[in-house]
């Protein structure tokens, strides 16, 4: 049945050999496997072929969900919560070393990715993280310093994860065929932190306003945010420069200082 909801983003992976290159970044074979949005189980069952120890997923929509239940009602390591990502505690399901694979809605994709660097407890219980985003939205997270997608995604995204690699694919994979190319992105996490960042709300924070005008030299704004002696206190930091052209251990070290009391 092609039916499909706009709403929750769904576009259907149908193209066998994209497929199979996602699942075969990693080794699936006895490991514990999370799958966010599994949809009509695209990615789910060739995850399965491969073995894993377990597998959770996690699906919105009521009906997908029930056909998931139903198609997997035998296998007794597969995991159905049929729940919004955005209210559910992943932290909670993982599992030792567990791998985070979704092809994701793309109108929440930045903020499950967000999601993922706030788990309370770093390193996680996660040793890879594959997901697919908008292209543009793909690119600005892996945006190097220097390179003109570099901003507040790739900040924050490289706080705690390392990103490993990257592809692009074409929307001749999907059902619907969505207007953009997509990306894959292979996140691995960071174990050792070069910061203490309590918050990563407040490293959002932090870059909110710093990004708020990229034009503008970022002396006014970094104002708003910690005192002028706590300014002082950054090594080598050009209160002329623009919000680009500051490394991302600086915009560390700026929610440090503001979240030191
Ligand atoms: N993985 C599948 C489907 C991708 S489409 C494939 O590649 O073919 C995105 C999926 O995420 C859809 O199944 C959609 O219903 C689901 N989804 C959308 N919003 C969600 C949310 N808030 N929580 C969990 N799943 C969601």
Redesign the pocket.
């Known amino acids: 049945m092609k039916y499909y ?1 706009k709403s ?6 149908i193209d066998k050999n994209i497929i199979r290159k996602i699942t075969s970044i990693v080794k699936v074979r006895n490991q514990n496997i999370i799958e ?5 189980g ?2 789910t069952c060739e995850i399965l072929k491969l073995k894993p120890k377990t597998l959770s997923v ?4 009521p009906s ?1 969900a029930k056909e998931l239940k139903k198609k997997f009602l035998k296998k007794k390591n597969v995991f159905i919560y049929n729940q ?3 209210n559910f505690n992943i932290e909670k399901i993982c599992k030792k070393n567990s791998i985070v694979f979704g ?3 793309y109108n ?1 994709s930045s903020q499950i990715l967000i999601k993922i660097l706030n788990f309370k407890n770093w390193p996680p219980n996660i040793k890879d993280v594959i997901f697919m985003f908008q292209k543009e939205l793909g690119e600005k997270i892996i945006g190097k310093f220097t390179s003109k997608h570099y901003g507040r995604l790739s900040i924050l995204a490289n706080f705690r994860l390392f990103i490993i690699n990257n592809f692009l694919v074409s929307p001749n994979c999907f059902f619907p065929k969505p207007k953009i190319t997509s990306m894959v992105i292979h996140f691995k996490p960071k174990k050792d932190l070069s910061h203490k960042i309590r918050k990563i709300y407040n490293l959002e924070k932090v870059t909110n306003i710093l990004f708020s005008n990229k034009r503008k030299m970022i002396n006014k704004n970094i104002k708003k945010i910690i005192s002028d002696d706590k300014i002082k206190k950054i090594f080598n930091l050009n209160l002329k420069s623009r919000p680009a052209e500051i490394k991302p251990e600086i915009y560390y070290k700026i929610t440090e200082l503001l979240e030191q009391k």
């Open positions: 909801k929750l983003g769904q576009n259907f992976l966010i949005g599994p949809g009509k695209a990615i996690i699906e919105k929509d997908l919004d990502i955005l092809n994701l809605p929440i």
